[in-house]
């Protein structure tokens, strides 16, 4: 359980990711519970599996109650479950005691976020929020569940060094010039440059994305231990904040995706929207296809420049959910 670190809070979905009134399943430290949102906004989870034979609630589709509230009904023989897990059994017309025992959410603005039930050790970020009130929400992109552990998928992400092996394709980058590190405990920002090398007129012209790529992209990481990751990105025609949220699914696998949010200098941003979703996708994607393709048992014998972030990640894994020495800024 120690690594997935329990007490720490974890960014299940942003509202726009649940459908009204469509189960979906999520997996936190091991278990599945299926989340639903109502008609009227609001968030309910239960353990996934139907306390009759065990089928997946969130097979199944959900029912709207008088007052907009809904519940879950199970696909095997349709017993239908409220927020609180109880049931009305067939020929009975009363309700029973709540059958399932529902996941505590915390819910913030657009943002569920959970304790998978654990004693809470660490606070939630309110980054997000102050991110959404400034930022309009672009989208969510490159929702998936990677074979590894939350340390190794923790570790790729504060990697200043795999840019331009990992990332090279589509990316091209050249090089990646490391600036600075502040650490501030659970909290730290990373500012690095990555030159790219020039795409050919004609392959862009194939391609216009290609347009959007910057000759030299300038990356400032801010990092909020260990959920969160948010790349910040300065374009001639407006900011962006892509947002990386990891969740421990189970204790070798990981699951990540992207809330990008968006602030238009120029009307024309907003036209880019889904080239850079498209982006983060292919970002993504070049990361979960590494880690399956790397031994994560392997002692380190060779250390290279820069890899203050991932002294940073092992430091506050290890100390969790106390800041530990020494400070790594630099
Ligand atoms: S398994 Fe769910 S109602 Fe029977
Ligand atoms: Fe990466």
Not at 91 to 104: A, I, W
Not at 116 to 125: A, F, L, M, N, R
Not at 185 to 213: I, N
Request: proline share 7%.
């Amino acid at each position: 359980m120690q690594s997935m670190l329990p007490g720490a809070p974890w960014l299940l979905a942003h509202k726009s990711m649940l459908a009204v009134n469509r189960p979906r399943k999520i997996s936190l430290f091991g278990d599945d519970y299926v989340l639903w949102k109502d008609a009227i906004g609001e968030i309910h989870a239960l353990p996934n599996a139907c306390p009759h034979m065990g089928a997946m609630l969130s097979e199944g589709w959900c029912e709207v109650q008088s007052d907009g509230a809904s519940t879950v009904i199970c696909p095997f023989h349709a017993l239908k479950f409220d927020r609180e897990g109880r049931t009305v059994l067939p020929g009975s017309n009363k309700q029973t005691l709540p059958q399932l025992k529902p996941l505590k959410l915390e819910i913030q603005g657009d943002f569920i976020w959970s304790y998978g039930g654990y004693e809470p050790k660490s606070p939630i970020p309110t980054v997000l929020n102050a991110i959404a009130n400034h930022y309009y929400f672009i989208g969510h992109t490159a929702d998936r569940s990677v074979e590894t552990d939350l340390l190794t998928m923790l570790l790729n992400m504060h990697d200043y060094n795999h840019q331009n092996g990992t990332h090279r394709d589509l990316f091209k980058i050249t090089d990646v010039e490391f600036h600075q590190f502040i650490d501030d405990g659970h909290h730290s920002h990373a500012f690095y440059d990555m030159p790219t090398a020039p795409y050919r007129l004609v392959e862009k012209f194939r391609k216009p994305d290609l347009f959007l790529l910057p000759s030299t992209i300038r990356a400032h990481l801010e990092n909020h231990f260990p959920s969160l990751v948010i790349f910040h990105g300065e374009m001639p025609l407006g900011k962006a904040a892509q947002c990386h949220i990891f969740v421990p699914e189970a204790k070798n696998r990981t699951r990540t995706y992207i809330l990008l949010f968006g602030q238009a200098k120029h009307p024309a941003f907003k036209m880019f929207g889904s080239t850079y979703l498209k982006f983060g996708k292919v970002v993504v994607d070049q990361d979960a296809d590494i880690l399956g393709k790397i031994y994560p048992d392997t002692p380190q014998k060779i250390k290279l420049n820069n890899e203050v972030g991932m002294d940073w990640v092992r430091r506050n894994f290890e100390s969790f959910p106390h800041v530990a020495e020494p400070n790594l800024s630099r």
